[in-house]
């Protein structure tokens, strides 16, 4: 391990204690994560990793985000810092950590390298990032940690992201997006009606395969 990579837990708690999320280091400093309180009504207002959220996404997470074009360059930093204290390295991923959230350019140049240092695998097609995408979604949603209405606002944006692909259309999610503006408009489905269909959804897109997922940090 790199000698700076020690000093990691006492770099975070400078540059992000202000934050106002308590940083716990546990496994002898091999973890950090972020404590954070669940929405009590099942909301998820943020994505793990903001501002306001709970957790750090898995460089895993963060190579579907990539191929989907949705990483908040702001927060990638942060997170390097975080996968390096976990037991992640390599150059990439180092000089990652080292970076502030104001450079996007630098973020994005940085970024490919950092996940192949932490072994994580990149969907090799923007549908199959898709369905990876769904897949967490839907475990967040049947593990209580979002609302179906949160569900599919997100299965929007993806949808309309991949520019309203069939493949991505045909993901048990997917097929949600089709339903969206019947949810609230009157003589449209009631959200009992909706909820229970988001749960389907779920249940359906746990069930069918992944593409890949980050390796262990040795």
Known sequence: MHDAVRGVPA??????????????????????????????????????????????????????????GRVPSELVPRWAAHWLAMGYDGPALLELACLYGDDPHGVRDLLPGALADCGASVPSREAAAAADEFRRLAVLHLTG?????????????????????????????????LLDDDWGVDGGSTDAQWITAVREACLAQTRTAGTGSASEPG
């Open 145 to 177: 940690r979002a609302a179906a209405r949160w569900v599919l606002e997100k299965v929007v944006e993806i949808v309309v992201g991949c520019e309203y692909s069939v493949a991505v259309l045909s993901e048990p999610l997917g097929r949600l997006y």
């Open 11 to 68: 770099l975070l708690g400078r540059r992000y204690g202000a934050c106002g999320q308590p940083l716990r280091v546990g496994d002898g400093g091999k973890s950090l994560r972020l404590d954070g309180a669940l929405p009590q009504d099942g909301w998820v207002d943020d994505e793990p990793g903001s501002a306001g959220g709970d957790d750090v996404p898995s460089p895993s997470v963060v190579a579907v985000w990539m191929v989907l």
